[in-house]
């Protein structure tokens, strides 16, 4: 609930922005992709491979050593989850639909990982998209807020930057943004974005690919 609320808030306050023009152009696709309505000839435009005849969705796997300190469990009962991750957009912030939930994030070797999708359209080619990865901590005492860390930021991908199928190398954050409100800040552009030190211990890393799908908006199980 709290989640949706935020989202709600963040798109009441970008109401007050200039929205991107509706004349922006959308650069040609490579990798033999290309923009397409999704009922052939009427409907909102995604990404389409035209020499397999699937849709094209952004796969992302997000990874972490299992030796990294988080909270136990990442999704408590009747509570937020406590690791978060949101996409942002040019002026839009949603959450990352982690893949069978915050409360699913697997074991594999020695790291945590988890797996979200995302449709791509024309929307999301209008400017870059962002990934905001970040971990809270239940405070001992209910009147205190949780201690929450530094937000850590992904540059995503260009969707065509590789042929579909293909994964991106392992990599680590491009950015830091800290406080409870890092969500907010990202989302508006504001002062505050902090370099990733060489240092920075055990932080999240990011792979992505380009996923064929059987239709628009996810791939069939």
Request: glycine share 6%; charged share 25%; proline share 10%.
């Amino acid at each position: 609930m709290a989640t949706m609320l935020r989202i709600i808030l963040a798109i009441f306050c970008l109401s007050e922005i200039a929205p991107v023009a509706a004349s922006e152009a959308i650069r040609n696709l490579s990798n033999g992709m290309r923009l397409r309505p999704e009922y052939g000839t009427e409907g909102f435009e995604y990404v389409f491979h035209e020499p397999s005849q699937k849709w094209v969705g952004l796969e992302c796997q997000v990874r972490v050593l299992a030796s990294r300190k988080l909270p136990e469990p990442l999704a408590p009962p009747r509570q937020d989850p406590l690791l978060s991750m949101q996409i942002f957009g040019g002026m839009s912030v949603e959450s990352a639909s982690i893949t069978d939930g915050v409360q699913n994030v697997q074991r594999f070797e020695s790291y945590r990982w988890c797996w979200f999708n995302r449709a791509v359209g024309d929307v999301e080619l209008k400017s870059p998209q962002r990934l905001g990865v970040q971990v809270s901590w239940p405070s001992p005492a209910a009147t205190v807020d949780s201690v929450t860390e530094p937000m850590e930021i992904f540059n995503l991908p260009p969707i065509d930057g590789l042929p579909p199928e293909t994964w991106t190398s392992w990599r680590g954050p491009d950015a830091l943004r800290a406080g409870t409100d890092a969500w907010y800040a990202e989302v508006h552009r504001r002062k505050g974005r902090e370099p990733v030190p060489a240092d920075l211990a055990q932080p999240f890393e990011i792979r992505c690919r380009a996923g064929l799908w059987d239709t628009p908006y996810r791939r069939k199980q």
